[in-house]
């Protein structure tokens, strides 16, 4: 097996701040830090490549540096690439997660780092690839490249892997099945869970939600825009005309989609339905205005106190749904909004 | 998702039952329902006090758009 190591000037020898605009290279064998990888991997694995890269060169040129280390990579064989680690050095933590991420898509081999918590690089970069939790400094480089290489060299065997906490890198926000053994069924572990939020004793979800930034709160409407426009309803309660025309999933939903409900008052029973597979259908089915207010908000239409509704709603499942993939269904739906000029919108999520 | 749709300037507001999940994925506007199979009408309740109900409740998520907000929060509702 094969790996190649992207490693700074600093940590290939090269010389410190002065020498931060050196341009990307690439040196056969292990150079510095490399030489520390190699010693890690053992004799299974071995470092054919060393390349440096001056981190002020990388953070002024990224283009220009991802674009000739790619260039380097042309041809050579390689079944891991590994970067740093960096530690809390954050010019460096960003190189790393930005040559990553461009070998990983270039040439579809696992990529791996490390960096302190407090490196800017984390939240750049975690969700794209493994990043293992590093040291403060330079202190902590065998305990760091250790860590690396121990699951780098599980990961190319083939061998079982853990969920991101037990293996000490940085989730990704990737949700995965396990198996436990010995099985423990969920009842008994949520009781279980229960117990120790009664007794103020530590606990740990299953579904752990990524921490995610905050968006800008949108301005508010003067009510008497609000009364001349349109006001668009959407849903995460699996809302779709009779029969599920679209085939949205009933749980951890692709699709959305969206429906015309030009001269509809009021969505009725045996007309539209949910196809949620996470809450008790009956009432949804019965009266889906439970779900999607559409009733009520035609009465505010008629009284004046919004212009209209807009011409569709749209309706995704949100059980089992990652906020990936919410995302993802959100950013196609908001092109459709924008492209429509709505400015407000109304969404009920079960 | 709000979040995505409250990112493209578009003013939003979510009526939702599971108020702390709302808060922990970054909604700005909330209203609260008051289940999760029938956020918007008990079905042991007659249909016009499920629509009552839900009238009230959909006015205070158009006021919600209509209201300044510097941080996230739940607008109060009282039926």
Redesign the interface.
């Known amino acids: 097996m094969k790996a190649i190591h992207y490693i700074n000037q600093f940590f290939g020898q090269i010389g410190g701040e002065e020498a931060a605009g050196h341009e990307p290279e690439i040196r056969e064998g292990q150079v510095g830090a490399a030489m520390a990888l190699q010693a890690a991997l053992g004799s299974g694995v071995d470092v054919t490549h060393t390349i440096i890269c001056g981190d002020n060169f990388m953070g002024s040129n990224t283009e220009e540096a991802i674009r000739r280390i790619l260039s380097f990579l042309e041809g050579k064989e390689f079944d891991i690439f590994f970067a740093g680690p960096a530690f809390r050095a954050g010019r460096y933590g960003v190189a790393c997660g930005h040559i990553c991420d461009a070998v990983q898509k270039k040439f579809g081999v696992p990529v791996l780092t490390s960096m302190n918590e407090e490196n800017p690089g984390v939240e750049m970069y975690r969700s794209k690839m493994v990043i293992f939790r590093g040291g403060a400094s330079a202190a902590a480089m065998k305990k760091d490249v250790a860590a690396m290489t121990g699951y780098g060299l599980r990961l190319i065997k083939g061998e079982k892997l853990l969920p991101a906490a037990r293996e000490g890198y940085f989730g990704r926000g990737v949700r995965d099945q396990v198996w436990l053994d010995p099985p423990v069924n969920a009842t008994d572990r949520v009781i279980d869970m229960l117990f120790k939020k009664l007794r103020g004793e530590p606990f740990q979800t299953e579904l752990p ?1 990524p921490k ?12 008497e825009e ?1 009364a001349k426009m349109n ?2 309803l ?1 849903t ?2 699996g809302i779709v005309p009779f029969g599920n025309p679209d085939r949205i999933q009933s749980a951890s939903a692709t699709r959305w989609g969206k429906y015309d409900i030009t001269g509809i008052d009021d969505l009725k029973k045996g007309e539209y339905m949910t196809t949620h597979a ?7 089915n ?2 889906p ?3 999607l ?1 559409l ?3 035609r ?2 239409e008629k009284e004046g ?2 212009g209209g509704i807009h011409q569709y709603f749209y309706a ?1 499942v ?1 059980t089992g749904t990652t ?1 990936a993939e ?2 993802r ?3 196609e ?2 092109e459709e ?2 492209s429509a000029g ?9 | 998702m709000t979040k995505v749709i409250e990112n493209a300037g578009i003013t939003i507001v979510q009526m939702a039952n599971l108020l702390p999940v709302a808060k922990t994925v970054g909604v700005n506007r909330l209203v609260p329902t008051i289940s999760i199979p029938y956020p918007l009408g008990d079905p042991a309740t007659p249909p016009d006090v499920q629509f009552n109900l839900r009238h009230h409740r959909v006015g205070v998520a158009l006021d919600a758009l209509t209201t300044d907000i510097d941080e996230p929060k739940v607008f109060k509702v009282s039926i």
């Open positions: 939600i995610t930034d905050r968006v800008p709160i949108a301005p508010a409407i003067p009510p609000l006001v668009a959407l995460s309660g996470g809450y008790d259908p009956a009432a949804a019965n009266d205005d439970v779900v207010p009733d009520a908000l009465a505010y106190k919004i995704t949100g906020q919410a995302a269904m959100a950013g739906i908001v909004l924008k709505v400015r407000a919108a109304i969404l009920t999520s079960t």
